[in-house]
């Protein structure tokens, strides 16, 4: 299943992020609403970075906050502690 956004325009999705972020919403949860019934990381991440340069994040930020979110996982093992 493809993400809930995939009918909007750019410039309806330009729209929904600045209303969302009016709004009070976080990009992590803009993240969790995109990604919302998209399986696999790498369809995720390629939302992620287009949603999150739409809200002027750089890819390394975009990718930060939703591995931070738990919405991808990340590309480095678990440091043993």
């Not at 969302?20 to 609403?33: H, S, T, V, Y």
Request: hydrophobic letters at 45%; a positive charge.
């Amino acid at each position: 299943m493809r993400s809930v956004t995939d009918h909007l325009t750019p410039k309806e999705k330009k729209a929904a992020i600045e209303m969302a972020l009016e709004g009070g919403m976080e990009p992590a949860e803009i993240f969790k609403a995109v990604t919302a019934n998209v399986f696999g990381a790498t369809e995720r991440r390629k939302l992620i970075v287009e949603w999150g340069a739409r809200m002027k994040l750089d890819v390394n930020e975009s990718l930060r906050i939703a591995q931070a979110a738990g919405l991808i996982p990340s590309s480095h093992a678990p440091r043993e502690r």
